[in-house]
T-cell receptor, first 113, second 110 residues
């Protein structure tokens, strides 16, 4: 299957700083990518849909000014968590769409201290 | 978006078939049923998907009822490495979004 790679796999940052997470489709072009967040012992929650060359669309309740999404190329989408706080600590996962299948990255564990 | 209902947890003996049910009674005619699984602290892994016919691949089989209101994922010979959370998802035909429910935690026991 197709490969989606996230970087970094884990990151620790200080409260108030910003963190950027990259999501790359390595062997296919993804015009659409999705970003999810997962808290411990919970399911994945869709945060936003990232569309190449246009603005992301956010799910209800997700702050677009806090979670900045950029999808400047067909193989890269980035999620920036701005002014991170401890409650933003979570597992962030992206997926790239290829035909009728979604391929997921390995996830990024963010810990805000 | 069609919602799915799955049992919270199931156990299966190693080497036996694991049958994971899913109800999706509000599914629309052109919406696919997808199955993913997630092993602890990893991204979801695609297993299989189908529209109305039964499907089989190297990982599993998917049995969809004739009325499409439910389906069953079958792992023919479960191994300890199949212990994971299994998600049954209906792909929105309008948005292409995969909306995850709570899934079924499958515990394969020796």
């Amino acid at each position: 299957g197709a490969v989606v790679s996230q970087h970094p796999s884990w990151v620790i940052c200080k409260s108030g700083t910003s963190v950027k997470i990259e999501c790359r489709s390595l062997d296919f072009q993804a015009t659409t990518m999705f970003w999810y967040r997962q808290f411990p012992k919970q399911s994945l929650m869709l945060m936003a849909t990232s569309n190449e060359g246009s603005k992301a669309t956010y799910e209800q309740g997700v702050e677009k000014d806090k979670f900045l999404i950029n999808h400047a190329s067909l193989t890269l989408s980035t999620l920036t968590v701005t002014s991170a706080h401890p409650e933003d600590s979570s597992f962030y996962i992206c997926s790239g769409q290829l035909n009728t299948e979604a391929f997921f990255g390995q996830g990024t564990r963010l810990t805000v201290v | 978006d069609a919602k799915t209902t799955q049992p919270t947890s199931m156990d299966c003996a190693e080497g036996r078939a694991a049958n994971l049910p899913c109800n999706h009674s509000t599914i629309s005619g052109n919406e696919y049923v997808y199955w993913y699984r997630q092993i602890h602290s990893q991204g979801p892994q695609y297993i299989i998907h189908g529209l109305k016919n039964n499907e089989t691949n190297e990982m599993a089989s998917l049995i969809i009822t004739e009325d499409r209101k439910s389906s069953t994922l079958i792992l023919p010979h479960a191994t300890l490495r199949d212990t994971a959370v299994y998600y049954c998802i209906v792909l929105s035909s309008n948005t292409g979004k995969l909306i995850f429910g709570q899934g079924t935690t499958l515990q394969v026991k020796p």
